[in-house]
Every structure is written in C-alpha cells, then in structure tokens.
C-alpha cells in the first residue's frame, strides 16, 4: 500500500497527460457525435442522428471507397517496395551511404512542399514529366481531369513520401538477422529464393506486420496530399475520408458530424487493419512463450 | 594581491546583483506600448495599412499608447477563428475582420451591436461609406461591421497577346468574349501555350458572373435559388464549350485563385476574372512578364442584354468587428474608427485595397495614380455579393462548384446539373 502511495506521485503526471490529451477529448468527440452543433448555437441532442446522415451520404461513402483503395495500393506497394529495397541494401550496395541518405530523404521533405513539387512536375500543359511523357509517346498522368489518373497519383505521391519509413524498419529487422542462418541454409543446400521464402520472410514476419500496421493507421488518415493535389475535386470525387471530415468541420461547421466521421474513420481504420493486430497479438504471444 | 576569482559569484553577490537589476528596471521608462490591440484578420488587411514611415497607423499608436499585434490567416480559416474565438467566454482578439457572405442570425449574435458605438463616437463622415456595404455588415437591423475592404471582380486582359493575335479592343459583350478567348488560345512569339481563359474553380464567383451575364442568378437577395435556370444553363454551356475548345485551360477543376495571377503574369492565359484590387500585382514589373501590359475592363454582359440591363459583377467585402466576448472595447472601437476614416482609406487604397468610400474614388491622387479607379467605381454601382449569408451557405456553395465542375468538365449534361443544383441545395435554404 504504501509502495502505491509513493509511486502514484511520480506516474501521475503521464496520467493526467494521458487523460487530457487522449482520454477526455475522445469522450467530448463522443458527446459531441450525438449533438447538432455549429457557431453561434448551442449543441442540440440528436441522437444517432448524425452517423445516420454520414452513413448515408453518397459523398462520404465515396471517400470512404478512395480511402479503402489508396490504403490497400499504397500501403502493399510501398511494402513490396521497401522489402526489395532492403534486402538490395542488406545484399550490399556500391556507395551504400549516398544511396541510403537519397532513399531516406524523401521523409525529410515537407509534405507541402512536396505537393507543390510533384504539381509542377505533373502539370498537364508546361509540367517536364508530362512533357518527358508526350516525347516518349506514353500516355500522360491527367491527374487534374481524370478523377482514376488523380486518385494513382496521390498513391504515387503518398508511397514517395512514406517508402523510407518501411523501408527503414525493414532494413533494420533485416540487418538484425544472422549471417549463420543464411549460412546453414546454404550448406543445407537451399537456394537464393529458398533462404528468402525459409529464412527472410519469416523473420521479417514481426516487422512487416508492424510496418504494415503503422502505415495502414498512417494511411487512412492521408488528408495533406489529396487537400493540396485536388482538394478532393473535380467535383468531390478524388475526397478521402479526412478531406470529408475537414470539409464537414471548418467549411461546413457542422462539428456534430464531423465528430461522428471522426469516430466512423477509427473504427473503419480498426476493422480495417484486424486482420494484422491479430497477426501481431499471436506473434507477440508466441515471443513470450 | 586577493585571492578571490573575478568569476567567482557569491550567493550574496548574485541576489543582490538580480534585485538590484529588477529595481532599476521597475523604475525605469517603459520600452514597450502601455496597451496591446489584437486584430484577427487576413495578411492583406494588415499589409495595405503599410509599414515604417508609411505606417497608416504611427500615430494612432502613439496618441492612444497601444501597439497592435496581428494575426493572420487565409479567408476560410480566418473565418473559422474568428467564430472559434467569439464562442468561447472570453477572447484576447479585440477586432476581427469578417466577410460579408458570413454574418447569419446565429454568427452575428457573437458579436458587439456598433449601432451605440457610432452614436456615441461617430465614425469620420460614416454616409461616406459605401451603403450597399454598411447594408451587408447589418443583420436584423444591428449594424454588426464596419466596411473596411471591398474586392470587386474585373475582367483582365492582356493587351500585348491580344494584339499579337491582331484583336484591336477588348470585348464588349460576352459572346465577343468567348470568341476572343478562342482566338487567343494559341502559342505565342515567345512559345508560351496560351490559354483563352484561366478561372478558377473553387470559386462561386466564376459561374455566377457568367449566369448573370444572361439575367439569371445562384440565389438572390431575396433568397431566390436559380431565379432564371435558363440564364444558369446559357453560362455553363459556355463555360463546357470554352473547356471543350481549350479556352479554359486542362487544369480547370485544379485551379486556384492564385494561379490566375501567375497564368496572366507569365502570359500563359490572355483573360481572367479578378478584383480590380489585384492590377497594381498583375502589372508589377517584378512579378510580371507583361508589366503595363495588363489592363482591366468591367465584365461584360451578353448580346441580349447589353443596354438593356447594366451588368451585376461580384462584390466580395470585408468588414472589422468586435467579439462581444472581448476586452477593452472602447480600445478596439477607436482602432475601426481610425481605420475607417477617409485618410486611412486614402492610404489603404493606394496600397491596393479596394476603397469603400466613395469620396475615395474622387481624390485626385488615388484617381491618378490607379488607372482601373474609374471603372471600379462604375461596376461597384451595380455590383452585388456572389450569394446571400445564411446557416448552410458554404455547403450550398459547395454542391453548387460540384455541379458546375461536373457540366464544365462534361460528366453531367448541364440541364442536369442545374436541375440538380435546384433539388440540392432547395432544402439547404429552407433548413
């Protein structure tokens, strides 16, 4: 008793941090779902209301839709991506420094900056790589028309910005693998693609589960690069998920639904990502054992 | 010889030194202003006020011994902070610069009625201002803001690409406009693909001068939605053929307000839609390719019409107003008051703000030196707000851009998206 008494003190501050920063926002956010409320009026009790009227407009189902979409592209192709990567780097690379510190330095751009960037490269009428494009007489990205041509865009954009994250976990788990593994299993006479399907994958297992993890929950919240690439248009149909709440929160100033997105983004993101937080208890589970 | 450090600090010494140190500062003159203003606005209402011996408010300072700290955002989240701020049960920000599309029942109950402040300490001459503006910044009959900026949306042209493509004068109706627009898409001398036309799209002011052109409206004064859907219809046809012909540029449904600036600067679009406050930008030798070269006209109305009717161009103002939940109020009233008053205004509109008083326009040294004065105070006349404020506005605006993006770029015939804009935002209005 009195050894809780004397801890209390000292844990008390991550309490209090936990709770006022996390804990009772998320419960206001709650309360809030269930009011209408807006500027200059008190919050009214709808009930459920307002999930009813997210649930059911064909704009946020469509976000929804382009969100599920850029999340499952991006996120697998960053991971395949970043996977041949580091195990490239791991097989050992000429200038290896110069060539990690060009892969990792997309994570140090600014995600405006990097949209401005990516605009200009792909403008349709002066951008250079739409003219390279034209020159080698490939099909440009018309990423300002083509609602399909905009929505692989931001993927591109998105996996750009976030590669050296997988790639950087990736890279280390794989670093952290023995060399006498790779060893044995030569001398037990697997080849090149057996020790990756034997050896690498199965213990990169943990890593990937946690990168595709972080990346999934990183993902799904993609708002910078759709806002400042297409602001969702033309006509609403490249929005994602986070777009449709901002509109609904500081275009609209409808905070009872935008709250309410808020808590539908989280439990999608969940639902979304369960089949790998299982995979990770079981992993995690099996560590312990 | 001592054996003591000179770096060696006692306790005694160090007390001392500090005590010593706050008492001669504690009586000594003050540095800094005795009284500070807060003013929520966007980077340009603080910018037209000048700087160092241009400083439209050095005096005005010194006389009241208060200093005036900024913060500046873009519209949209200006707007959002400035409601944010008069929500909650006190606020720092003292005055707040607010756009006339926004003051609804609900918005305007934030802030301080005026109507007592101006009779109390009448503002310099306030008939002066313009009364369609004092008009917007009235709510349920209490006067809420004071005009402060006003943006009056021009057609700019660029004279050199229009003569390249040997067009002698600008148009004069909206039929001619097209027609030149589909001209000067082309590439010029210098090898710049040019567009007709750049408009952006995120904009109700763009669709709505091109309804107006023809009669017709987005809503009304009188809260009328799409009082003449034929006159809607006529402009988005236009607007589709344009986008078809390659007059309105490939980006269309990307384009921003401020890539209109650059497009014309650099030459890359003949024509745009922009408040006349932007010439002296459009026409900055540093800025632009074409320097004196870009000129300003009101935008014209259809063939049909012209004589008829005058055209009703877009007027987007801005007034200052005091959070009811703010401090020191009298501070803040006699900030507007000095802001409002004609040689403020005189100033501010010689560093490109749009004056709204009328005796602005009729000073010899403004008139003078802003060749675009003349025809500013002319479309102003009968120049009105894109739509009225009320709760769900930016949502109806919002459908209304989808619909239009969606006619203009082809994906919906445009009888459609007018219907469709009809059936849409109807309930918005009556919510």
């Known amino acids: 008793m009195n050894k809780i008494t004397e801890v209390v003190p000292f844990l008390a501050p991550v309490q209090i941090l936990i709770l006022s920063v996390i804990v009772i926002p998320s419960f ?132 750009w910005l976030h590669l050296p994250f997988t790639f950087i976990i990736l890279y280390a788990a ?34 990937i589960v946690v990168a595709l993890l972080f990346r999934y929950i990183f993902a799904f919240r993609i708002f910078s690069e759709v806002w400042l690439m297409t602001q969702g248009g033309p006509a609403r149909s490249t929005e994602v998920v986070a777009v449709y709440l901002y509109q609904e929160a500081f275009s609209f100033n409808a905070f009872g639904t935008a709250a309410a997105t808020a808590w539908i983004m989280v439990l999608a993101s969940l639902l979304l990502a369960t089949g790998y937080v299982f995979l990770l208890r079981k992993q995690v589970a099996g560590n312990a054992h | ?135 917007g910044m009235t709510v349920d009959g209490r006067l809420i803001g004071i005009p402060v900026r006003h943006a009056t949306q021009g057609l700019f042209y660029n004279e050199a690409l229009l003569e390249e493509q040997g067009i002698t004068a600008p148009p004069t ?50 809260f009328e939605l799409l009082p003449n859907p034929e006159a809607m219809e006529k402009g988005l046809t236009i607007l589709r053929k344009m986008f078809e012909g390659g007059a309105l540029p490939r980006s269309y449904a990307t384009t921003k307000n401020d890539d209109q600036v650059t497009w014309l600067q650099q030459g890359r679009a003949a024509f745009t839609v922009l ?52 401090k020191d109020k009298d501070l803040s009233w006699k900030f507007i008051k000095e802001v409002s008053s004609k040689r ?22 403004f008139a003078a030196n802003s060749p675009v004065a003349a025809v500013e105070a002319a479309v102003l006349k009968n120049a009105r707000g894109a739509f009225p404020p009320f709760p769900e506005a930016a949502r109806a605006q919002s459908i209304f851009l989808e619909e239009v993006q969606l006619a203009v770029l082809g994906r919906k015939e445009v009888k459609e998206a007018v219907a469709s804009i009809a059936t849409r935002v109807k309930p918005l209005l009556q919510a």
């Open chain 1, 174 to 207: 794989r670093l952290a693998i023995p060399k006498d593994l790779y060893e044995a299993a030569r001398i037990d006479g697997a080849k090149p693609f057996d020790a990756f399907r034997r050896v690498t994958i199965p213990l990169l297992g943990p890593a």
């Open chain 2, 275 to 326: 408040p006349f406050a932007r010439f002296a930008q459009l026409n900055n030798k540093e800025q632009s390719k074409y320097p004196g070269k870009i000129k300003a006209i009101e935008f014209p109305i259809s063939a049909g019409l012209k004589g008829k009717m005058p055209m009703s161009s877009i007027v987007e103002a801005w007034g200052m107003v005091i959070p009811a939940n703010s």
């Open chain 2, 1 to 135: 010889m001592s054996d003591k450090s000179l770096t060696n600090i006692t306790r005694r010494g160090f007390l001392g030194t500090a005590m010593g140190g706050a008492a001669m500062l504690a009586a000594g003159p003050s540095f800094a202003a005795g009284k500070t203003l807060n003013v929520l606005s966007h980077k340009v209402h603080q910018t037209v006020l000048g700087t160092g011996d241009g400083d439209l408010l050095k005096d005005w300072r010194a006389t009241n011994d208060a200093d005036v700290v900024w913060t500046t955002f873009d519209s949209n989240p200006l707007q959002d902070r400035l409601f944010r701020e008069a929500s909650l049960s006190a606020t720092d920000f003292n005055v707040g610069y607010i756009v006339d599309n926004r003051p609804t029942k609900q918005i305007a109950a934030m802030f301080e009625p005026l109507d007592a402040y101006l009779k109390k300490d009448a503002i310099e001459d306030f008939g002066d201002i313009a009364p369609g503006l004092v008009q």
């Open chain 2, 344 to 365: 403020a205004t005189l100033g501010m509109a010689k560093n490109g703000n749009g004056p709204v008083r009328v005796s602005t326009y009729a000073d010899q040294s």
């Open chain 1, 28 to 159: 206001y956010v709650v309360w809030l779902s269930l009011h209408a409320s807006s500027f200059g009026q008190s919050a009214t009790f709808v009930g459920l209301q307002n999930y009813i009227k997210v649930l059911t407009d064909p704009a946020f189902l469509l976000a929804l839709g382009n969100t599920v979409l850029i999340v499952i592209f991006a996120v697998h192709l960053e991971l395949a991506l970043g996977l041949g990567m580091a195990l490239l780097f791991a097989s050992g690379l000429p200038c290896r420094r110069v060539l990690l510190v060009a892969v990792l330095a997309p994570y140090a751009v600014s995600e405006v900056i990097a949209v401005a960037m990516w605009r200009f490269l792909f403008d349709p009428d002066v951008g250079p790589v739409t003219a390279m494009l034209t020159w080698l007489g490939l099909p440009m990205l018309d990423w300002s028309f083509e609602p399909s041509h905009a929505l692989i865009m931001i993927g591109l954009l998105t996996i």
């Open chain 2, 173 to 222: 109706t909206l039929e001619e406009l097209v027609e030149q627009a589909q001209k000067l898409t082309f590439t010029s001398k210098a090898g710049t693909p040019v567009a007709g036309m750049v408009l952006a799209s995120d904009l109700a002011v763009f669709p709505v001068m091109f309804a107006r052109a023809f009669g017709g409206d987005f809503i009304n004064a009188k």
